[in-house]
């Protein structure tokens, strides 16, 4: 027969042998969703590529140079003449500046290949073109044969002869120069539903 130690079993009063048996209910505790750190992740990702994106467009806006103001090539024109009349007590560079500004304006506004032709090869394109009149036509030729007789004959004319020449040019871009976009007023406005009735 074995013998068993018998005090061993015994649990003294007080202690916490006794106690801990049973434990009391403690609260749930929550499991981490598996899928939680994929929609951190997601976006921390669409936050940085917003933040990214504002940015760069920030960064465009500053870098992007202001819209060019575009001059319309009669006023350039008259702005070159303008700047011709420094030259008026020196004729050869007088009829050349007037002559170039002529014959610019004629490129930029008539597509004419005026700048690159001799006076007699542009003056024979221009008979054939209906974008000038018969009598624009002759003052322009009239006009560039004076200032070729300037610029490769020496001919020296006097102050008066030079401001015919520039009052001819500016007569000439006056004359062909595109007309004033019609604005609509009021008036045209309320006229054209009373037509319509």
């Given at each position: 027969m074995k013998k068993t130690n018998s005090s061993a079993l015994i649990v003294p009063p007080g202690s916490d042998a006794d106690t801990n048996d049973i434990r009391g209910i403690k609260a749930p505790v929550e499991i981490p969703n598996a899928w939680a750190w994929l929609w951190w992740l997601t976006g921390a990702l669409a936050l940085a590529a917003l933040c990214w994106w504002l940015w760069r467009r920030r960064k465009r806006k500053k870098s992007d140079p202001p819209p060019a103001v575009v001059i319309p090539p009669h006023e350039r024109a008259l702005e070159r003449l303008r700047e011709a009349l420094a030259l008026m007590g020196q004729p050869h560079p007088f009829c050349t500046a007037v002559s170039d500004a002529v014959r610019v304006y004629l490129e930029e506004r008539f597509e004419l290949r005026a700048p690159e032709r001799t006076t007699e090869e542009f003056l024979d394109e221009l008979q054939t073109s209906a974008l000038l009149s018969y009598d624009q036509k002759q003052t322009l030729g009239?006009?560039?044969?004076?200032?070729?007789?300037?610029?490769?004959?020496?001919?020296?004319?006097?102050?008066?002869?030079l401001r015919q020449l520039y009052d001819a040019a500016v007569r000439l871009i006056e004359e062909t120069q595109p007309p004033p976009p019609v604005a609509e007023t009021g008036a045209t406005a309320s006229a054209k539903p009373s037509a319509s009735s």
């Open positions: 009239e006009f560039l044969m004076r200032c070729d007789l300037v610029k490769f004959a020496r001919y020296e004319p006097g102050e008066p002869e």
